[in-house]
């Protein structure tokens, strides 16, 4: 039997790699209405995809500067979505 392994999605940009190595990991996630990125702070999911980043880079760029761009986009998105209503307890 021919086993192959799965292909990620063809990505345009760097940072779209990164939110996706984000979104495997489990790190991120896109609001269901509004499809804005949402940080799950969850410690264990940035490391995986600290890991995922270490060592599946894309082709061109260092273990380190892919390290680096998923910092970079951790850091750029919030827990929250702008556009959804804040939750009043």
């Given at each position: 039997?021919?086993?192959t392994?799965?292909?990620?999605?063809?990505?345009?940009?760097?940072?779209?790699?990164?939110?996706?190595?984000?979104?495997?990991?489990?790190?991120?996630?896109?609001?269901?209405?509004?499809?804005?990125?949402?940080?799950?702070?969850?410690?264990?999911?940035?490391?995986?995809?600290?890991?995922?980043?270490?060592?599946?880079?894309?082709?061109?760029?260092?273990?380190?500067?892919?390290?680096?761009?998923?910092?970079?986009?951790?850091?750029?998105?919030g827990?929250?979505?702008?556009?959804?209503?804040?939750?009043?307890?």
């Amino acid at each position: 039997m021919l086993m192959t392994k799965e292909r990620r999605p063809a990505i345009r940009t760097l940072r779209g790699w990164a939110i996706s190595v984000l979104q495997e990991a489990g790190a991120v996630r896109e609001c269901e209405e509004h499809g804005w990125m949402q940080d799950r702070a969850d410690p264990h999911a940035r490391e995986r995809a600290f890991e995922l980043a270490r060592l599946d880079a894309p082709p061109g760029i260092s273990p380190e500067g892919a390290v680096a761009e998923i910092r970079d986009v951790l850091d750029s998105i919030g827990d929250t979505c702008p556009e959804c209503p804040p939750d009043s307890d």
